[in-house]
């Protein structure tokens, strides 16, 4: 029988900068009761999923800047889908900025279970782009709006399993994975707003669902867990954002995946026993990993080369 999760990826298209919140949630909350009639235990929406990819602009005014966080989770117009999660008996991991209690902004994400209940926070680790705007280019000034997060990559029991959350750029880093792997992970949910062209390297638009997936499917591979990537998708505010939004089994392939780049429901049903057997196929860490000869990996950032 095994353990069978059915989740559902809720990728969104573009949010107008003037999109009210209560708009959004109303698509999110439309999202949900499509996932709750496809049968959904969990719904996964983006990164950033209830404004516009805000960290595009250079927004000096403290009181504009303000409106694209939340100052708690949930709020007052976030309230409404935790409400429709008790009622809905669907479990949920949204992304969102986070304006922290005690300082700090963060570009975090919840897991939420069926009762409408916070099980999981995350705080995005890799924050991509630069902290001051480079001429000419289209702007990911994710440093200048966020600090660095603080939480590691933990890991929660839930859905019948152990879950871990990453964001966006996090996906491509093999780190992100490994961390979650050792402690167990079997699913991985993660939202993204990814940019479909790169000014500095347009030679590289070709390889863009190409990098988007890779990683997900060899970071599924090699630590033998479930993957959610759920894009925000389409042409937000000039700018273009790849879709691509798939479920990725322990094995590394795709299970399903989205055909459009707007609002759009991926649903699978997932067996979190698949993990275990695909583990005793090759990676049994306990048996095979040699942690004493991977130090490096903790104690360099970035590479340096031997002298000649
Ligand atoms: N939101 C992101 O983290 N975006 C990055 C882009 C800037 C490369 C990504 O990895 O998709």
Redesign the pocket.
């Known amino acids: 029988m095994g353990r069978l999760v059915t989740v559902s990826a809720a990728q969104l298209g573009p949010i107008g900068r003037e999109e009210k919140r209560a708009a959004v949630v109303r698509r999110l909350l439309h999202l949900m009761e499509g996932a709750k009639a496809a049968g959904a235990d969990l719904v996964v929406y983006p990164?950033?999923a209830l404004t516009s990819?805000f960290?595009r602009w250079v927004i000096d005014d403290p009181a504009e800047r303000a409106r694209f966080y939340e100052t708690a989770m949930p709020g007052p117009e976030t309230q409404p889908l935790f409400d429709a999660a008790r009622r809905l008996g669907i479990g949920f991991f949204l992304g969102y900025a986070e304006k922290a209690e005690e300082g700090g902004w963060y570009?975090s994400s919840v897991l939420v279970d069926k009762t409408g209940t916070i099980i999981g926070k995350y705080r995005?680790v890799?924050?991509?782009?630069t902290s001051d705007p480079v001429p000419g280019a289209v702007q990911?000034l994710?440093r200048r709006y966020f600090d660095p997060g603080n939480l590691g990559f933990p890991v929660f029991r839930a859905f019948d399993g152990i879950v871990g959350m990453c964001?966006?750029?996090?996906?491509?880093w093999p780190e992100t994975y490994r961390v979650m792997a050792l402690q167990g992970v079997e699913l991985v949910l993660l939202g993204?707003?990814?940019?479909a062209h790169?000014a500095s390297m347009p030679q590289h638009d070709r390889f863009r669902m190409f990098h988007?997936h890779l990683p997900m499917q060899a970071g599924a591979y090699q630590n033998t867990t479930f993957v959610v990537g759920v894009a925000k998708a389409g042409l937000e505010e000039g700018e273009d954002l790849?879709g691509g939004t798939c479920i990725i089994a322990p094995t590394g392939e795709i299970v399903a995946e989205a055909k459009t780049l707007g609002d759009e429901l991926v649903t699978a049903t997932i067996d979190l026993d698949e993990v275990r057997d695909c583990r005793a196929v090759n990676f049994d860490f306990a048996l095979y990993r040699r942690p004493d000869q991977y130090r490096l990996i903790t104690e360099r950032a970035g590479a340096v080369p031997p002298t000649d």
């Open positions: 990164e950033l990819f960290p570009n995005k890799h924050l991509p782009g990911q994710e964001l966006c750029n996090d996906r491509r993204y707003n990814t940019p790169l988007n790849i």
